[in-house]
Nanobody, 125 residues
Framework: QVQLVESGGGLVQAGGSLRLSCAAS????????MGWFRQAPGKEREFVAT????????YYADSVKGRFTISRDNAKNTVYLQMNTLKPEDTAVYYC??????????????????WGQGTQVTVSS
């Protein structure tokens, strides 16, 4: 098991930026892929981005491609999500998750076994 704690959410105006962090403890962090997901009110949780175990491959949802960047620092057991040019439709609770495998290519929720508690991101127009 791995414990995940997100931070960095908040209120920002459209066009602004935020950087989310997710600190991991427990299972060896560098052995598995990590992902970010989000859930807006009344909607299902959706894939945002994933990164493989070493950080050499990243995958993004079309809605955030070119605006968001996922990265990781295995020495610090932390994964990040840099969010630029934010839009009101990015408003959601953002969750980080640890995958079952090191690959990172799965965007399915079932591919992730541990989840953080979430951090709220609100983008005002």
């Amino acid at each position: 098991q791995v414990q995940l704690v997100e931070s960095g959410g908040g209120l920002v105006q459209a066009g602004g930026s935020l950087r989310l962090s997710c600190a991991a403890s427990g299972r060896t962090f560098s052995r598995y892929a990590m992902g970010w997901f989000r859930q807006a009110p009344g909607k299902e949780r959706e894939f945002v981005a994933t990164i493989n175990w070493i950080g050499s491959r990243t995958y993004y949802a079309d809605s955030v491609k070119g605006r968001f960047t996922i990265s990781r620092d295995n020495a610090k057991n932390t994964v990040y999500l840099q969010m630029n040019t934010l839009k009101p439709e990015d408003t959601a609770v953002y969750y980080c998750a640890a995958a079952w495998t090191p690959d990172g290519s799965s965007a399915s929720l079932s591919g992730f076994g541990s989840w953080g508690q979430g951090t709220q991101v609100t983008v005002s127009s």
